[in-house]
């Protein structure tokens, strides 16, 4: 039996070494990469930059669609605030075109990164909102974005009984994505593969993404979905080097590609604090946390700022044990310089090498500073994403109780108006009845009240809107209401869209207005704004937000 488990081990061992060497060029890849992060940092920004330029050039909407579209594209993973910009753009310009396959992308694309910023709900709205034709090439895509908008939804649940719905219907989805998409597309590949995780089957899993893989160019994305897939096959295999190994790959093709929304490069990090790599450990989580940041990928921050505090203390204890161990040998080689006058060249030696250990402190210290600053500046933006739900339920809490006081009062003016009427007809007065019927008098003066309620509650949430508006505008162009007004119709369509109410189709149905005209308004106080035209309205947007 044991000469059966020694010839089993040497057969074994080449395989050992071999993984070994593998993850090992792996690791010191990416400690290179994220070295020489500013050189594909630039390069992705030189892309981008090509882009719009083209798209300023360009006059034809059904280019711009798409220039668009490949600026939503390129922005995705690396600036989720920017990809949502441009995600929107695309959508007005199909929204132009008339094209429902071109529509139905860009909406797919803005649920997409919703998503990502953690905006579940707005994303949802969007979602339900698709109209996909049933002969459509799209029902995969449609079906993909919401297995993953749902997947997160359960990843950020707050209870087991939500994280079980919406896993649940995210499973539904992912099988609808297989059932839809073309077999030999990279996206049916990885949702019959996230399937065959799901219910525990990596072996099949291997055998279908191990062929794939090869095909894959490097500078396809999807070769980090692929290579994080299967070293998840290999973890559920309890292949430990396989794993990290496939970890490795996948966090490389990132890092290369100027992704900064991941999940390999943190997972290969928790790895390296296993095995006790402290060092490589804390700087792939804390490029992490970096790049996270940056590309304001919610999820993800909040995935690594649990597991950061970890892999830091035990950075810090590992650079005070070298401390220690450091302190210890300069009291040993003090105490021989002392018993060993002979030796005094070895003394001034290690003088130098108390000056060296000394600088390496200080750097550390510093580096350390830095780390504290970085998690305050992101406490700070927590903070001010707290801020911002506080003021939506604020607002919401305002507005729904007048909208249910005024309702209530609407049920009693349309009652005293039902009996009114009723007299009217019990009497025989017909043609009052008629002439009552006919008059716009009512609605009209209904409608003065409601926009007086609308006029008197916003201006209680935003007291200061008309003077802080009016900053934004150029100085001989400001807006100001008739007397006896509180609002008039211009600032009433940028309180609506300080509201959150920002599709102008809403707007004209609630003022009473068409859409050109709506439209119209916004343009021309777009026009007469103080700086940038395309930056005014969230400009807008940001009135009172200082004070709540």
Request: glycine share 2%; charged share 25%.
């Amino acid at each position: 039996m044991s000469r059966l488990l020694l010839f089993v081990v040497i057969l074994l061992l080449p395989y050992y070494s071999i993984s070994q060497t593998d993850s090992e060029s792996l690791l010191a890849a990416i400690d290179q990469t994220i070295e020489n992060n500013s050189f594909y940092t630039q390069k992705k920004e030189r892309e981008i930059t090509q882009l719009k330029s083209l798209l300023k050039s360009t006059s034809a909407f059904s280019s711009k669609y798409e220039i668009t579209q490949k600026l939503y594209i390129s922005y995705n993973s690396y600036q989720s605030d920017s990809a949502l910009v441009y995600a929107r753009k695309n959508l007005k310009i199909a929204e132009s075109l008339k094209n429902s396959e071109k529509l139905n992308q860009a909406e797919i694309n803005l649920v997409s990164i919703m998503g990502t910023l953690g905006m579940y709900k707005e994303g949802i709205d969007v979602l339900n909102s698709i109209v996909i034709l049933p002969v459509s090439s799209l029902k995969g895509p449609f079906y993909s974005v919401s297995r993953t908008i749902y997947g997160q939804m359960a990843d950020n649940a707050s209870s087991p009984q939500e994280k079980e719905k919406y896993l649940s219907l995210a499973k539904k989805y992912r099988d609808s994505c297989i059932t839809y998409f073309p077999t030999n597309t990279v996206s049916y590949i990885t949702a019959k593969a996230d399937r065959n995780l799901d219910h525990q089957q990596p072996t099949e899993t291997l055998h279908l993404l191990l062929p794939y893989f090869p095909k894959i160019e490097d500078s396809d994305p999807n070769r980090a979905i692929i290579s994080y897939l299967i070293s998840q096959a290999y973890k559920q295999k309890k292949d430990r080097l396989q794993q990290k190994k496939w970890l490795s790959i996948s966090a490389l093709s990132d890092l290369r590609l100027a992704k900064k929304e991941y999940i390999s490069l943190r997972s290969l990090a928790f790895l390296q604090y296993e095995d006790g790599d402290i060092e490589r450990a804390y700087t792939y989580i804390k490029r992490s946390l970096d790049d996270a940041v940056a590309c304001n990928a919610r999820l993800r921050t909040y995935e690594i700022s649990k597991m950061l505090p970890i892999i830091s203390e035990s950075y810090q204890q590992q650079s005070e044990t070298n401390r220690f161990q450091l302190v210890v040998f300069l009291i040993s080689a003090g105490f021989l310089v002392l018993v060993l006058l002979t030796l005094l060249f070895l003394f001034f030696k290690q003088m130098k090498k108390l000056a060296a250990a000394k600088k390496e402190l200080s750097l550390a210290n510093f580096k350390l500073s830095e780390l504290n600053a970085e998690l305050n500046t992101f406490n700070e933006k927590l903070n001010l994403s707290n801020n911002t739900l506080t003021e939506a339920n604020f607002l919401k809490e305002i507005y729904i109780g007048r909208y249910m006081d005024q309702c209530s009062d609407y049920l009693g003016k349309l009652d005293e108006y039902q009996r009114k009427l009723n007299v009217l007809a019990t009497t025989g007065k017909i043609n009052d009845l008629i002439s009552t019927a006919k008059s716009k008098d009512y609605i009209e003066n209904e409608l003065r009240e409601f926009y007086a309620n609308f006029d008197k509650t916003f201006l209680e949430l935003f007291p200061d809107f008309i003077r802080d508006f009016n900053i934004l505008l150029l100085p001989n162009e400001t807006v100001h209401p008739k007397e006896g007004e509180q609002l008039n119709t211009e600032l009433r369509i940028f309180a609506l869209i300080r509201l959150g109410i920002k599709d102008s189709a809403k707007i004209s149905v609630f003022l009473r207005y068409s859409i050109s005209t709506i439209y119209n308004y916004r343009s021309q106080l777009k026009n007469k704004s103080a700086g940038p035209r395309d930056e005014f309205e969230e400009r807008v947007m940001q009135i009172g937000t200082s004070t709540k």
